[in-house]
């Protein structure tokens, strides 16, 4: 059972969710087994600095700063350092990476690029963002989702195509989109400039749409139960617990909401001070957040509740964002290029590769033709799914090995003609399944062990 999830869940009283909330800060603090102790990072575009530059901070030693990157390793000098990490996007979803935004002056357009979070393999990723995008990277399904202003929400992948959803009718402009890799959702706050306000979804897949429908997941006057004209002014999802978190000005600050991802359990958590902008680290159920003055970084808890922490960086914060440093590995991979390409490059639905005995694979319909995926290093499965009418030829000098940590491993082909063209190495007993002379694999190179 996921506790974090269950006390959550509509019908547990604050104080089960504080005492959960505690347990998890005394065990983040203080002494504890390496399975719950957590690598929290700050990260922040300061452009205040000349050079600019994104320092990083512990979130348990916020005075130990560290520079990650600075615009000189790739800007020249003389940039205007005001156009410098005008956004910045931590992906964990597997592997840590910061992406950040910036333009070049008079360039027309916004940049995106990636760094490893120890500043290294620093490049430029994207080109051609529309104004100073509010980022959100789906590092496994290369893309990048972000608002044109508030009149557009764009995706724009790693290849460089662009998808633009322009505003429905009624909304007056969007807010802060944040994505649910796991479910493959992307959520965003629209404002209406009266009644109605509240949070609308959009599956990944229905960005291919001829005309993608914004799909409504819940408004703020359904939660309080009257009309407010409240709007929408921050939102950040956690994925690990299902819950949407967001803003909406009040008397002395802001009030915070929270919504569950399928609409249910939405209620106003309470006031809070002004979250000029904020971020989540589901490790620790906290909510970090940036002063008004931009110059400091504090936190509450999931509960409203402040939370001893403050991160005075004495510059000016452009943007900032929070990796958890717990990565979160998949166990089922599905090809999702559409010609061949490395077994370990950027070419699966999530971020990494397949390789262990626990790990899945599908070889899907994402193929446009025929297409090789090479490996030149041993890789292990537990299943291996061919599904698609285009032909895979798995190639390389690298070994596939067929071994499953509880069951037996498995070859399956739903649809298709396929070829191992590597060697594949079966340990134990394995099923494989090829129904019809339709669907066939070459077992030619099948070596047992």
């Known amino acids: 059972m996921n506790l974090r999830r269950s006390y959550l869940q509509p019908g547990r009283t604050s104080g089960q969710l504080f005492r959960f909330v505690t347990l998890v800060s005394c065990c983040f603090l203080g002494a504890c087994c390496a399975t719950n102790c957590f690598a929290v990072q700050i990260l922040w575009s300061d452009t205040s600095a000349n050079p600019a530059r994104i320092r990083s901070a512990d979130a348990t030693n916020p005075m130990n700063q560290q520079v990650i990157v600075h615009e000189n390793q790739f800007f020249p000098a003389t940039l205007d350092h005001s156009f410098f990490a005008l956004n910045v996007a931590v992906d964990s979803f597997g592997q840590d990476l910061l992406y950040f ?21 620093l490049n430029q990723l994207v080109s051609g963002l529309a104004g100073s995008p509010q980022m959100e990277v789906d590092h496994g399904g290369q893309n990048v989702y972000y608002q044109d202003g508030g009149n557009f929400l764009k995706r724009k992948s790693f290849t460089d195509a662009e998808k633009t959803i ?27 400039g009266s009644v109605g306000s509240g949070i609308r979804y959009l599956p990944f897949a229905d960005f291919d749409n001829p005309s993608p429908v914004l799909q409504p997941l819940i408004t703020i006057d359904q939660i309080l139960g009257f009309q407010s004209q409240l709007s929408v002014s921050r939102l950040q999802l956690d994925p690990d617990l ?16 929270r919504v569950n991802t399928d609409g249910t359990g939405g209620q106003l958590i309470g006031e809070v001070p002004p979250l000029e ?69 950027d070419n699966w639905d999530v971020t990494g590769f397949p390789d262990g005995n626990s790990i899945s694979a599908v070889l899907g319909n ?3 033709a025929t297409g090789t995926i090479v490996t030149d290093t041993n890789r292990t499965l537990k299943s291996l799914t061919f599904d698609s009418t285009q032909s895979y030829n798995v190639a390389g000098v690298g070994t596939l090995t067929m071994e499953a940590d509880t069951g037996s491993p498995s070859i399956d082909v739903l649809q298709g003609s396929h070829q191992f063209q590597a060697v594949v190495a079966i340990l134990s007993l394995i099923h494989i399944s090829e129904p019809t002379r339709l669907r066939r694999i070459s077992y030619a190179v099948f070596c047992l062990k």
């Open 101 to 121: 935004g910036g333009s070049l002056p008079n360039s027309g357009s916004d940049r995106m690029y990636r760094v490893d979070l120890d500043g290294n393999n």
């Open 277 to 345: 902008m904020f971020r989540l680290s589901p490790t620790e159920n906290r909510i970090y957040y940036m002063s008004s003055n931009n110059n400091s970084i504090s936190a509450i808890d999931y509960l409203g509740n402040h939370v001893d922490f403050q991160l005075d960086t004495g510059t000016f914060i452009r943007s900032f964002d929070v990796s958890t440093g717990t990565p979160i590995i998949s166990t089922n991979y599905t090809w999702a290029n559409t010609s061949g390409g490395t077994w370990e490059g």
């Open 366 to 368: 994402a193929l446009a």
């Open 166 to 192: 322009s505003r429905p009718s009624g909304v007056a402009f969007f807010i802060d989109p944040d994505i649910d890799r796991s479910n493959g959702v992307l959520y965003v706050g629209t404002n209406t």
């Open 242 to 257: 299902g819950v949407i978190f967001f803003t909406t000005s009040a008397p002395s600050g802001q009030a915070l909401f």
